[in-house]
């Protein structure tokens, strides 16, 4: 009965009219994880273009973004494409006591150190940016594009996700995954903006915030394919597709 109850009300959320319009896009969505490549030079570029746009960062000859946390052990790099078309990307770090860097601990360090150290674990997303044009047309790509850290999250079996964002972001991280604010803002090496430092602990929430948006839902398959290194001499790009829809399918 529980089983049954609760394969009721996963169907019930994607019925509703939001998560309807967001599965129509996950349908033909592919995540890339790109570790070299046209594709990861696509992915910096990007970046550029967005933030060059948004005005956090300065024109710069070279017309990419990418930092010193980009070839981390633990960073993932990915870009999500739209109908073959590069449309967001973003980077995840899994921060763990073995593994402590990530840009959050660079400019939160005070506040993530001393917990990495007790042996709590997180994942980092940063380098989110987005293609205007297609931002524009897929309304719900914010969404799409999160769903990797749901997924990363739900795959190291993390502590918690840590969101160094712009203020004018933090609403739409609270509605969405009950990220509260850790610390005021700070300076953040690259940008022209502070950030402010969100926490979400998943242990305690993330079950819930999948349950309310399904498409969140995700194959343990699919999550060994984003997150499990590879080894050497792999193609430039690994290309995955989401498993949302048949998770509910077969419930």
Same mark, same amino acid.
């Given at each position: ?31 890339? $994880?790109? !570790?070299?490549?046209? =594709? /990861?030079?696509?992915? &910096? %570029? ?6 060059? *746009? ?10 990419? $973004?990418? !930092?010193?946390?980009? =070839? /981390?052990?633990?960073? &993932? %790099? ?6 073959? *078309? ?166």
């Amino acid at each position: 009965m529980v089983a049954t109850n609760s394969a009721q009300r996963g169907q019930r959320a994607e019925d509703s009219p939001f998560n309807r319009s967001v599965f129509s896009v996950l349908d033909e969505i592919e995540y890339r $994880v790109c !570790d070299r490549g046209e =594709d /990861l030079e696509a992915i &910096y %570029r990007l970046r550029y273009q967005a933030y060059l *746009a948004a005005g956090m960062i300065k024109s710069d000859a070279a017309r990419q $973004v990418h !930092d010193k946390y980009d =070839d /981390l052990p633990n960073s &993932y %790099r990915f870009g999500v494409f739209y109908r073959g *078309a590069l449309v967001s990307t973003v980077r995840i770090h899994h921060l763990s006591k073995e593994n402590p860097q990530a840009p959050t601990c660079g400019v939160f360090g005070d506040i993530v150190a001393s917990r990495l150290e007790r042996g709590e674990t997180f994942v980092d997303p940063s380098r989110f940016a987005a293609d205007a044009e297609w931002s524009r047309k897929l309304r719900v790509l914010p969404f799409i594009t999160l769903r990797l850290a749901v997924l990363g999250a739900k795959y190291f079996d993390t502590d918690c996700c840590l969101i160094a964002i712009k203020e004018e972001h933090s609403a739409f991280y609270y509605r969405v995954f009950r990220a509260e604010p850790a610390t005021g803002p700070r300076a953040y090496p690259g940008l022209e903006v502070p950030v402010h430092l969100l926490q979400m602990n998943t242990r305690a929430l993330l079950d819930d915030v999948i349950e309310k948006y399904p498409f969140f839902r995700s194959t343990k398959e699919e999550q060994r394919m984003l997150y499990e290194r590879q080894k050497t001499g792999q193609r430039d790009s690994i290309r995955v597709l989401p498993t949302a829809r048949l998770t509910l399918e077969a419930a």
